[in-house]
């Protein structure tokens, strides 16, 4: 019997030290309007302003021989460059932006303390002074939206963990600060502001401009198209038995990452438009449709003075990946495509964003989760190393890894989130309803991926090829599922679904009556009297239904019969309609 080694983290003991200071002085300050990227934000803000979302963290490891001096006068010149890191916010119905020429960043300083063992690891320092922070604790509107804390013995700072305000970075805003910071600090020569950047500020006013304005108006028309075309869910399957939970499962493969490398060698598209590639195969599959539909999020980093642009720009986006009976480099190539048409779409205004989205959801039956399916903040960049052998690929399998970990309760029944490709492909399958799809489902459909990637790796795999690679379940059949507007609906979740709303044996949903789709008969109340009462209700109550629709048709009667499965016996109706109105 094979044994194995429980390894014990390792005790950090640390004890509170003396505040340190980043002081910025003379500098350009102005104030403006907030950008759409931000008015995004703040929206998500004030809905939950105590969520752990709201601020965007990264731990810091530092080399050997770091002195304190070094890290405060490299945030210095981050503060001095970036308009974002110095900040403040004044909110209310004309939110404004307002960017101090001069302050004080405090930035929280640990020893730590002798009883730590040796070698001290830095990562579970780093680890130890997340958990220092709070939301709340910081970056807040009024507040500058960076908080610091650092680790020292004696005498150099070991690690530390930054956060800030998601009002003045998005996920690729971080890693492109990291990147500067690590470069100030191994360069004192490079510590100073440089030349002019694009700020925030700057791009308010370009979203004033007409051009920047009919962009939004085509963003908007392009989300309302695709609105009426995306499925209510991406991975059909039955409510489980088993307790719905939350969990994330991860896979670690260096073999997809090599596989990668040589089909971007081979074919000279980008990584990750591979692995969005592999999920779309996926879905169509189980699905069964010619195209997916679905929610990501747009960098809006396309044109060239955006690139390296600090702040937060990042949008919701739908994206449309037709997948029909392409062979698989064909696919990469359409994925990659869909991914640049969607992101030219990508800065708009929240409030007509989500007008739209209601008055969609609500014509359809509708309720559309958008956190994205696929997230890739990583900041994608080219490869210089020679591509690796096909024996390298098929040698480096035995090295993959899936973990599994509970996860905060979401509404949202899948999302992929691609961490890292370059020598791991580290790719999460979260779902919010393992009682519909399981951690061991997440799992064979990581597994798919991996499979997919790897093959596809040596040479093109063919549309049949493909679906026999990734060998994913048909999509569901059967008296209990109906296919309706690009969407699987499962009538028993529709039937528990109207049976909660109006109460037991006072509702029916029948899968077609009189040439219509998906009709309710419903006992009328003081409440519901109306077909759009009725609808109204049916709508409150679907989030977290992830099979379930709004009915199409309403009839409303007086009472319900004996036996409601029974059509005839409900008579006479006194109201009937689609609930939508005009």
């Known amino acids: 019997m094979s044994g194995s080694v429980l390894v014990e983290p390792q005790r950090i003991v640390l004890a509170s030290g003396p505040e340190a200071a980043v002081r910025f002085a003379g500098l350009r300050a102005r104030e403006g309007a907030l950008t759409h990227g931000q008015l995004n934000i703040l929206k998500w803000i004030e809905d939950a302003p105590e969520a752990f979302d709201t601020t965007l963290g990264s731990p810091m490891v530092f080399p050997d021989g770091t002195r304190l001096a070094d890290v405060v006068e490299s945030f210095a010149t981050l503060i001095a460059r970036y308009e974002g890191l110095r900040t403040v916010f004044t909110l209310g119905d004309q939110p404004r932006q307002r960017v101090l020429g001069s302050g004080v960043l405090p930035i929280a300083t640990y020893q730590v303390e002798p009883g730590t063992p040796e070698p001290v690891d830095r990562h579970a320092v780093a680890a130890e002074l997340e958990h220092l922070w709070r939301p709340g604790l910081a970056c807040r509107p009024e507040q500058l939206p960076i908080w610091v804390v650092l680790a020292v013995r004696d005498g150099q700072v070991l690690a530390g963990h930054v956060r800030l305000s998601h009002l003045v970075v998005d996920l690729q805003a971080v890693t492109l600060l990291g990147r500067d910071f690590f470069e100030l600090l191994g360069d004192p020569a490079a510590r100073v502001a440089g030349p002019p950047r694009h700020q925030p500020v700057d791009q308010a006013i370009q979203e004033s401009e007409p051009r920047l304005r009919r962009r939004v108006d085509r963003a908007l028309r392009y989300r309302r198209e695709l609105l009426r075309r995306m499925p209510a869910c991406l991975y059909p399957a039955p409510r489980g038995t088993a307790v719905a939970e939350s969990v994330a499962v991860e896979l670690r493969s260096p073999a997809a990452a090599l596989a990668l490398r040589r089909q971007a060698a081979r074919t000279g598209r980008s990584r990750p438009s591979a692995v969005l590639a592999a999920v779309c195969a996926l879905l169509a599959q189980r699905t069964g449709s010619a195209d997916v539909v679905f929610p990501t999020l747009a960098s809006n980093r396309f044109e060239r003075h955006l690139h390296g642009h600090i702040g937060t720009l990042v949008q919701t986006v739908l994206t449309r990946v037709e997948v029909g009976t392409a062979d698989f480099d064909e696919l990469v190539r359409r994925a990659w495509l869909s991914v640049v048409a969607a992101s030219e779409r990508g800065i708009y205004d929240v409030d007509r964003r989500v007008e739209i989205d209601r008055e969609v959801g609500s014509e359809r039956g509708v309720h559309f989760s958008f956190e994205p399916l696929f997230n890739s903040p990583v900041v994608d960049r080219a490869d210089d190393r020679p591509p690796p052998t096909a024996e390298q690929v098929r040698a480096a399998l035995a090295a993959t890894t899936v973990s599994r970990q509970s996860m905060r309760r979401t509404l949202t029944l899948l999302r992929f989130d691609l961490f890292e490709y370059d020598d791991v492909l580290h790719l999460r399958l979260w779902t919010g309803d393992t009682g519909r799809l399981s951690a061991d489902v997440a799992e064979s459909l990581l597994r798919a991926v991996e499979r997919l990637l790897v093959l ?127």
């Open 456 to 582: 596809a790796a040596d040479g093109d795999l063919d549309h049949t090829r493909l679906a026999q690679v990734l060998a994913v379940p048909p999509p569901p059949s059967g008296p209990d599922w109906s296919y309706v507007d690009s969407s699987w609906v499962e009538l028993p979740e529709m039937q528990r679904m109207l049976t909660e709303v109006f109460g037991a044996g006072r509702a029916r949903i029948f899968p077609e009556r009189d040439g219509r789709q998906l009709v309710a008969y419903v006992a009328a109340s003081e409440s519901v009297a109306t077909p759009e009462q009725a609808h109204a209700a049916c709508l409150a109550a679907l989030p977290g239904r992830h099979t379930a629709v709004a009915p199409r048709h309403y009839v409303l009667f007086g009472a319900a019969p004996h036996d409601p499965t029974d059509p005839a016996g409900w008579h006479p109706p006194l109201a009937e309609g689609s609930g939508r109105g005009a």
